[in-house]
């Protein structure tokens, strides 16, 4: 079976697996997925879900990363780093989940740690 993804939806199926990885799933994650989608649940969406539904993650991953552009993949890869850190720290499955997208991505380990650098300062709510 042959899946098509646009890249809204292989934006969105790259977030649902960084939500979804660590098996719980918080007000902040959502947040950002519905920001992405809209606050609405469109054909975007669901065809993502269905493709979650049906698809492992390590073929999730691939195939995301067929679909995207480098620049795209930027995009993804900001907002997995956002909602794996939503909840104020990096667990194991979730860490293990961004290095397969980063390899799997064509984008550097500079950029990479930018992104990271960006989300934690965004997320820092101790100087508050």
Do not use: H
Request: net charge negative; with cysteine; proline share 2%.
């Amino acid at each position: 079976m042959t899946i098509m993804l646009t890249p809204k939806a292989a934006l969105l199926l790259s977030t649902i697996t960084m939500a979804a990885i660590d098996g719980k799933l918080n007000r902040n994650e959502i947040a950002i997925i519905n920001r992405l989608d809209g606050f609405s649940l469109s054909g975007e969406w669901d065809l993502a879900i269905s493709v979650w539904d049906v698809t492992p993650i390590d073929e999730c991953v691939t195939l995301i990363a067929q679909i995207l552009t480098a620049s795209q993949q930027r995009v993804a890869m900001a907002n997995m780093v956002d909602i794996a850190m939503a909840d104020g720290f990096l667990d194991e499955d979730e860490n293990m989940l961004l290095r397969a997208y980063s390899s799997a991505f064509e984008v550097d380990d500079a950029d990479i740690e930018k992104i990271v650098d960006v989300i934690t300062m965004k997320n820092d709510k101790s100087l508050f």
